[in-house]
């Protein structure tokens, strides 16, 4: 094999686990070799052989302005000169903090951290030590990260506590996670009903992107939102992946439309925030945020938290996403990637369907759009997964498995997604073939 991707790969496996340093990268989902990626610009990154890609992945959602974009570049090239990491406060963490509360009306504050993984899990931290309270609910098909606590998959009945779904952790550590179906509001009543006075926060991907792309719907986030009320618990809107991405307000601005009144309780962010750089962040009010150390007892540090060149690349980026008619612009662009998808699968005579919300995006090989997590993956694994090596082969890169969201960035031209679609055309074509 000449292919200088498997020999990367060969060469990957003997010194990294698996040979990527996090899982979906090793392309196990739908088979054959990952791509070792060498460079990338605009839309597009080149792997080792040379080959260029339409990228749809934008390193997992953070690249909304495409590869490189030239005034994030400036301000990180500027920030690396004046220094990588102090230990010590810098203004820059002011006007990151700053510019995502001025965006985002819920909060009043934000603690920065290094990736979505420690933002979910400071926000349980907070939840918990805020209210006093242990138990916590998550929704099956919904990722906040790898903490413990979150690494838990449904119980077998209704309303009963979560298993392990990672080796590593103990059961005792997941026993107070209630694990419930998404778009399943019996469930919800069912679990505040028999647990409300001990729930210390519900935590959701309001648009789940790690279950291809499910958007919770507005009766069951309003009723969420109303329990959590009622019985003094706290909402929580993972919104790692939905932050920045789906709307200048992110998806809970989205929400506040259709439910007067609303806002989530604890926000947690990542992605976008930072550029590309390690950075996420959680915010709340700042009545909740007095039990954050070094203020209350809630422990929470991090030695490279509010890191100097992270946060020059994330203010660059907000500052460009913030411009006039900038989500309008990558919503019409998304929404024509989906609808031309969706055409050409039919003209194939293929089942099909997708959604979008600004530059997010999903589809499956499916009549209608699921609305939990079993039902994505009741859609049809073996022909996304010879779609997704159709579409490789023809230089477009979309996430390895039929589980991830897709994203868009502004600087795909329309010209990229005919591009893609003509691509679709032809292995929607090959896929009624066979
Ligand atoms: N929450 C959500 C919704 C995510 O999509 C992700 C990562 N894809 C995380 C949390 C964890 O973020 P990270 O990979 O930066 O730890």
């Given at each position: 094999?000449?292919?200088?991707?498997?020999?990367?790969?060969?060469?990957?496996?003997?010194?990294?686990?698996?040979g990527?340093?996090?899982?979906?990268?090793?392309f196990?989902?739908?088979?054959g070799?990952?791509?070792?990626?060498?460079?990338?610009q605009?839309?597009?990154?080149?792997?080792?052989?040379?080959?260029?890609?339409?990228?749809?992945?934008?390193?997992?959602?953070?690249?909304?302005?495409?590869?490189?974009?030239?005034a994030?570049?400036?301000?990180?090239?500027?920030?690396?000169?004046?220094?990588?990491?102090f230990?010590?406060?810098?203004?820059?963490?002011?006007?990151?903090?700053?510019?995502?509360?001025?965006?985002?009306?819920?909060?009043?504050?934000?603690?920065?951290?290094?990736?979505g993984?420690?933002?979910?899990?400071s926000a349980?931290?907070?939840?918990?030590?805020?209210?006093g309270?242990?138990?916590?609910?998550?929704?099956?098909g919904?990722?906040?990260?790898?903490?413990?606590?979150?690494?838990?998959?449904?119980?077998?009945?209704?309303?009963?506590?979560?298993?392990?779904?990672?080796?590593?952790?103990?059961?005792?550590?997941?026993?107070?996670?209630l694990?419930?179906?998404?778009?399943?509001?019996?469930?919800i009543?069912?679990?505040?009903?028999?647990?409300?006075?001990?729930?210390?926060?519900?935590?959701?991907?309001?648009?789940?992107g790690n279950?291809?792309?499910?958007?919770?719907?507005?009766?069951?986030?309003?009723?969420?939102?109303?329990?959590?009320?009622?019985?003094?618990?706290?909402?929580?809107?993972?919104?790692?992946?939905?932050?920045?991405?789906?709307a200048?307000?992110?998806?809970?601005?989205?929400?506040?439309?259709?439910?007067?009144?609303?806002?989530?309780?604890?926000?947690?962010?990542?992605?976008v925030?930072?550029?590309?750089?390690?950075?996420?962040?959680?915010?709340?009010?700042r009545?909740?945020?007095?039990?954050?150390?070094?203020?209350g007892?809630?422990?929470?540090?991090?030695?490279?938290?509010?890191?100097?060149?992270?946060?020059?690349?994330?203010?660059?980026?907000?500052?460009?996403?913030?411009?006039?008619?900038?989500?309008?612009?990558?919503?019409?662009?998304?929404?024509?990637?989906?609808?031309?998808?969706?055409?050409?699968?039919?003209a194939?005579?293929?089942?099909?369907?997708?959604?979008?919300?600004?530059?997010?995006?999903?589809?499956?090989?499916?009549?209608?759009?699921?609305?939990?997590?079993?039902?994505?993956?009741a859609?049809?694994k073996?022909?996304?997964?010879?779609?997704?090596?159709?579409?490789?082969d023809?230089?477009?890169?979309?996430?390895?498995?039929?589980?991830?969201?897709?994203?868009?960035?502004?600087?795909?031209t329309?010209?990229?997604?005919?591009?893609?679609?003509?691509?679709?055309?032809?292995?929607?074509a090959?896929?009624?073939?066979?």
């Amino acid at each position: 094999m000449t292919d200088r991707n498997q020999t990367l790969f060969e060469r990957a496996q003997r010194v990294i686990p698996g040979g990527v340093n996090s899982p979906v990268r090793a392309f196990r989902a739908v088979g054959g070799t990952p791509r070792f990626i060498a460079r990338a610009q605009g839309p597009y990154m080149w792997d080792a052989e040379g080959q260029r890609y339409i990228d749809y992945i934008g390193s997992w959602g953070p690249m909304i302005l495409g590869h490189g974009h030239p005034a994030v570049l400036e301000a990180v090239q500027k920030a690396a000169l004046e220094g990588f990491s102090f230990g010590a406060p810098t203004e820059r963490e002011i006007e990151l903090a700053e510019a995502i509360i001025a965006l985002v009306p819920s909060i009043e504050q934000v603690r920065l951290v290094s990736s979505g993984t420690e933002a979910g899990m400071s926000a349980i931290r907070l939840a918990r030590g805020a209210t006093g309270r242990s138990k916590i609910i998550k929704f099956e098909g919904c990722y906040h990260g790898h903490a413990d606590a979150l690494l838990v998959k449904a119980g077998s009945g209704l309303a009963t506590f979560g298993h392990p779904t990672s080796a590593g952790v103990p059961a005792e550590v997941v026993q107070h996670t209630l694990v419930l179906e998404y778009n399943n509001l019996a469930q919800i009543e069912a679990a505040f009903a028999a647990h409300g006075a001990d729930i210390a926060c519900v935590m959701i991907e309001p648009i789940a992107g790690n279950m291809n792309f499910v958007r919770a719907q507005v009766p069951f986030v309003k009723r969420i939102h109303e329990l959590c009320k009622q019985h003094g618990a706290l909402f929580v809107f993972d919104e790692v992946m939905t932050g920045f991405r789906v709307a200048l307000g992110s998806a809970q601005s989205v929400y506040a439309k259709a439910i007067p009144g609303f806002a989530p309780d604890i926000s947690v962010f990542g992605k976008v925030i930072g550029g590309g750089m390690p950075l996420a962040a959680f915010g709340t009010t700042r009545e909740i945020m007095k039990h954050l150390a070094p203020l209350g007892p809630v422990y929470q540090a991090g030695t490279l938290s509010g890191n100097p060149v992270a946060t020059a690349c994330g203010l660059a980026t907000l500052k460009e996403i913030a411009k006039p008619g900038f989500y309008e612009a990558l919503a019409a662009k998304t929404q024509s990637l989906v609808s031309g998808l969706t055409q050409a699968a039919q003209a194939a005579g293929i089942p099909f369907c997708g959604d979008s919300e600004g530059g997010m995006f999903g589809f499956f090989f499916f009549d209608s759009l699921p609305q939990h997590y079993n039902a994505v993956m009741a859609t049809d694994k073996e022909r996304f997964n010879r779609f997704f090596h159709g579409m490789l082969d023809r230089g477009v890169y979309l996430a390895p498995a039929l589980y991830e969201a897709g994203f868009v960035s502004a600087a795909h031209t329309e010209a990229d997604i005919a591009a893609t679609v003509a691509a679709a055309a032809e292995a929607f074509a090959d896929l009624s073939k066979a």
